[in-house]
């Protein structure tokens, strides 16, 4: 079993930043790709970024450049660097992380989520 518990989640103005994390535990042989996505009231979850074990990277456009995705494969934690944030950024963020087991099963986990709300 994995668990995913993610923190750094606030209340924030328009232009600021938040930096969010993520860190797997439990019975984990490997983490392959992990990532945040967000959902908004009203709105389907959708990806906001991801991030291989190789720390290749992929941004939805709403955040590139703005926002950056980052890993500790020694601690099996990623990051979101949050800056210039928007109202529109407002949503529950929620980190997933694909873990292999040690006969190769791939699960998807994800975290509880944690609230970012941008608003002045």
């Known amino acids: 079993q994995v668990q995913l518990v993610e923190s750094g989640g606030g209340l924030v103005q328009p232009g600021g930043s938040l930096r969010l994390s993520c860190a797997a535990s439990?019975?984990?042989?490997?983490?392959?790709?992990m990532g945040w996505y967000r959902q908004a009231p009203g709105k389907q979850r959708e990806l906001v970024a991801t991030?291989?074990?190789?720390?290749?990277?992929n941004y939805a456009d709403s955040v590139k450049g703005r926002f950056t995705i980052s890993r500790d494969n020694a601690k099996n934690t990623v990051y979101l660097q949050m800056n210039s944030l928007k109202p529109e950024d407002t949503a529950v963020y929620y980190c997933?992380?694909?873990?292999?087991?040690?006969?190769?099963?791939?699960?998807?986990?994800w975290g509880q989520g944690t609230q970012v709300t941008v608003s002045s």
């Open positions: 997933n992380a694909d873990g292999v087991n040690i006969i190769g099963t791939i699960n998807r986990y």
């Open positions: 439990g019975n984990i042989f490997s983490i392959s790709a």
């Open positions: 991030i291989t074990s190789g720390h290749s990277t």
